[in-house]
């Protein structure tokens, strides 16, 4: 079992810019894939992006490619989210999750979910 706290959510207009952090501890953090998701009002639970436990392999969800990076510092147990070029689409509860299977997470079946952090970009 491993424990997430995301950070860095917020207010942001169209265009700009947001980091959000999911710090974890717990079991090694290195052993983990792990993966941000988002779930907008109405909506279902939709993948962003997941990145694989040595951070050499990446997924972007296709709404988001070419806007959205996420990366890993497994000797700090964190991981990030950068979000450049914010929509009002993009707005969202956020959620890091972790588990042992990349292709798990990739499905949205994880072990471990954080409690989410608001993005809201306006117009």
């Known amino acids: 079992q491993v424990q997430l706290v995301e950070s860095g959510g917020g207010l942001v207009q169209a265009g700009g810019s947001l980091r959000l952090s999911c710090a974890a501890s717990?079991?090694?953090?290195?052993?983990?894939?792990m993966g941000w998701f988002r779930q907008a009002p109405g909506k279902e639970r939709e993948i962003v992006a997941v990145?694989?436990?040595?951070?050499?392999?990446?997924y972007y969800a296709d709404s988001v490619k070419g806007r959205f990076t996420i990366s890993r510092e497994n000797a700090k147990n964190v991981v990030y989210l950068q979000m450049n070029s914010l929509k009002p689409e993009d707005s969202a509860v956020y959620y890091c999750?972790?588990?042992?299977?990349?292709?798990?997470?990739?499905?949205?079946?994880?072990?471990?979910w954080g409690q989410g952090t608001q993005v809201t970009v306006s117009s």
């Open positions: 990145i694989s436990w040595s951070g050499g392999s990446t």
């Open positions: 717990g079991r090694t953090f290195s052993n983990y894939a």
């Open positions: 999750a972790a588990d042992l299977s990349y292709n798990n997470l990739r499905v949205g079946f994880v072990s471990n």
